[in-house]
């Protein structure tokens, strides 16, 4: 899937493809794999998650906006219908809000 892009424009890169927004060094996604297109590794790779949060700061809910989009891509791509392991690799590095009483 392509078209879905974080705050830096970066956009889901096509395996074989480039995707014109991207910067070197950006960490967008390589799919259908959902690899990082700079490092190798399982996207949303450690870089890619400390630049999302500095790219979204405060604003929590449009952060988990685009990751939703990104998990249901990516559950496409990976045949990967209501996946846990998918879940976690979008959403289980995501710092917790502490709870309010």
Do not use: I, N
Request: hydrophobic fraction near 40%.
């Amino acid at each position: 899937m392509t078209g879905v892009a974080d705050r830096s424009g970066v956009t889901m890169v096509e395996a074989g493809g480039t995707a014109p927004q991207a910067q070197v060094g950006e960490h967008a996604p390589l799919t259908p794999d959902w690899t990082c297109g700079t490092c190798g590794a399982l996207w949303p790779c450690e870089p890619k998650q400390d630049r999302l949060l500095t790219e979204y700061g405060a604003d929590r809910a449009m952060l988990s906006v685009y990751l939703g989009a990104c998990l249901a891509a990516a559950a496409a791509d990976l045949h990967a219908s209501g996946s846990t392991s998918l879940q976690d690799r979008f959403f289980g590095w995501l710092p917790r809000r502490s709870k309010r009483f």
